[in-house]
């Protein structure tokens, strides 16, 4: 009889203490249910109040109007060429090669069309695109472009810049959505940037990310590199796409990853606004850019190795002369092979990279002042200014 009456009150205090567990559970829900924001027809600036926190926590803005506009302005490229394939079965087979000679000229060859996908920026309401030149490239046959209302339309191609990467064409379109330009001297490491494109032929993807870098110079993608580094998802069809910043300007023509499996890793480049802007004006304009050359000349950049060997440098800064023709302006002016150059019309030259820019810059038919170190001593030499088609490489 004592169990049992010990029992009772040990389920009886079981009860009050899950009741009071219980109890405060519902407390805690219900004061949970209070602090959310009111439905339509509550007290004016609560939902504000209450959300305010969740906002600041996140920390990430809406770019829902941004995008919205900047897909309006993108189109998807396929761009048809017709390539030469082998129909030797020993094509990629170097032994062949080498007893054989070329496998072509045993099995034969036959034209095949290859298509190239990428993006372009309509930077002009009656039809001017902005892509990459190397989704333009090769014996294009077909442009075909994809606007963001799903309309096919076909393009022609205008001109084509290989040294930075970007072309221009024109499709058979009116009355199109314009994405501005934007200054990318005055983006800043960290800003937030969207890319837009059709990866994959997924037709006006947007992905966000940040400026991870700006003024990337020697990466080996294109001879006259100036390009933005992004870590917003860049990916096989993005080429020739838009990145924009908060503002839904037009900063960068994206262009290249960097990758191990052909995926995107965060490590993505476009070709600055400016640079971009420029090309494309005179793509439009001439049909070619022109660019200055004084010749034939192969340059690199100043490497502590390289300064080791050379003990009368300074410093480990400038470009160094490593191979050019005898028939060359720069030879007939006095440039010789280890000249280092300084500086070029009183301009700090300190990479290869940013000499030949500065000689592609200068205007066709001027004289350029260029400043080398040659045996310890600084000379001075005229050089004069021809045509690009000469090449500096």
Same mark, same amino acid.
């Given at each position: ?19 009071? *567990? $219980?109890? =405060? /559970? ?6 949970? #249910?209070?602090?959310?924001?009111? &439905?339509?027809?509550? %007290? ?111 393009? *022609? $191609?205008? =001109? /084509? ?6 072309? #221009?064409?024109?499709?058979?379109? &009116?009355?199109?959505? %314009? ?215």
């Amino acid at each position: 009889m004592l169990r049992r009456t010990a029992l009772a009150i040990l389920l009886v205090l079981a009860g009050f203490v899950a009741g009071l *567990v $219980l109890t =405060g /559970r519902m407390r805690s829900a219900s004061e949970g #249910v209070a602090a959310q924001p009111p &439905r339509a027809g509550g %007290v004016p600036g609560a939902a504000a109040t209450a959300q305010a926190p969740i906002v600041q926590g996140q920390g990430l803005p809406d770019f829902s109007i941004v995008a919205e506009r900047a897909i309006r302005g993108i189109v998807s490229l396929t761009a048809v060429s017709v390539v030469r394939t082998s129909n030797s079965p020993f094509a990629s087979d170097p032994a062949f090669r080498q007893f054989f000679g070329d496998p072509d000229q045993w099995f034969g060859s036959r034209l095949e069309p290859s298509s190239a996908l990428g993006s372009g920026v309509i930077i002009s309401a009656d039809g001017y695109v902005v892509t990459n030149s190397h989704v333009v490239a090769g014996n294009i046959r077909d442009i075909t472009a994809v606007l963001p209302d799903k309309r096919e339309v076909k393009g *022609v $191609l205008v =001109g /084509r810049d290989p040294m930075t990467d970007i072309a #221009v064409v024109k499709i058979n379109a &009116r009355n199109l959505p %314009v994405l501005p330009w934007g200054d990318s001297s005055g983006i800043k490491v960290g800003q937030w940037v969207l890319a837009v494109g059709s990866p994959f032929a997924l037709n006006q993807t947007v992905t966000l990310g940040i400026v991870s870098a700006v003024g990337r110079t020697g990466l080996g993608i294109t001879d006259y590199e100036d390009f933005i580094q992004t870590d917003a998802a860049i990916n096989n069809g993005n080429s020739g796409g838009g990145l924009l910043d908060a503002r839904g300007e037009v900063i960068g023509i994206n262009t290249a990853i960097v990758s191990e499996g052909g995926g995107s890793n965060g490590v993505g480049f476009a070709v600055s606004s400016n640079l971009a802007k420029t090309i494309a004006d005179e793509l439009i304009k001439n049909g070619e850019v022109r660019r200055g050359s004084i010749g034939a000349v192969t340059v690199q950049t100043v490497t502590p190795e390289i300064a080791a060997q050379l003990e009368y440098l300074p410093s480990t800064r400038g470009a160094v002369v490593a191979r050019m023709y005898r028939n060359s302006s720069a030879f007939q002016a006095g440039l010789r092979p280890y000249d280092i150059v300084v500086a070029f019309n009183g301009r700090k030259i300190e990479t290869g990279e940013q000499f030949v820019r500065a000689v592609a810059d200068s205007p066709i038919g001027s004289t350029a002042t260029i400043s080398v170190l040659r045996q310890g001593r600084q000379i001075e030499l005229k050089v004069p200014v021809g045509g690009r088609s000469q090449g500096i490489r």
